[in-house]
């Protein structure tokens, strides 16, 4: 399974960004998708993650500005950020659970930088 995430960037604090991933590869359907993050000198963690039929989940620390969608048709995923905070500056990475002839595995995206400055 391959993940190509996009959207990553630039802004400034109180401003907006769009992240996407999309999956390709071999796999019957992808179960679980979601966004982590890692911060310089910190560990990765969960910023928000979706179910195939449509439950969200998020970190305490974004609800209310990220919003996480998702197209199984095209087996997309978005997480658009709002009211961006200096830290939400981290390292992006896309995951998703993708159900296979072998079972359920977890695959990780390339990552997309975010900095959020003045």
């Known amino acids: 399974v391959q993940l190509q995430a996009s959207g990553g960037g630039l802004v400034q604090p109180g401003g907006s960004l769009r992240l996407s991933c999309a999956a390709s590869?071999?796999?019957?359907?992808?179960?679980?998708m979601g966004w982590y993050r890692q911060a310089p000198g910190k560990q990765r963690e969960l910023v928000a993650r979706i179910s195939s039929g449509g439950s969200t989940n998020y970190a305490d620390s974004v609800k209310g500005r990220f919003t996480i969608s998702r197209d199984n048709g095209k087996n997309t995923v978005t997480l658009q950020m709002s009211s961006l905070k200096p830290e939400d500056t981290a390292v992006y990475y896309c995951?998703?659970?993708?159900?296979?002839?072998?079972?359920?595995?977890?695959?990780w995206g390339q990552g997309t930088l975010v900095t959020v400055s003045s």
């Open positions: 995951n998703v659970d993708a159900f296979q002839s072998v079972g359920v595995r977890g695959y």
């Open positions: 590869g071999s796999f019957f359907s992808i179960t679980v």
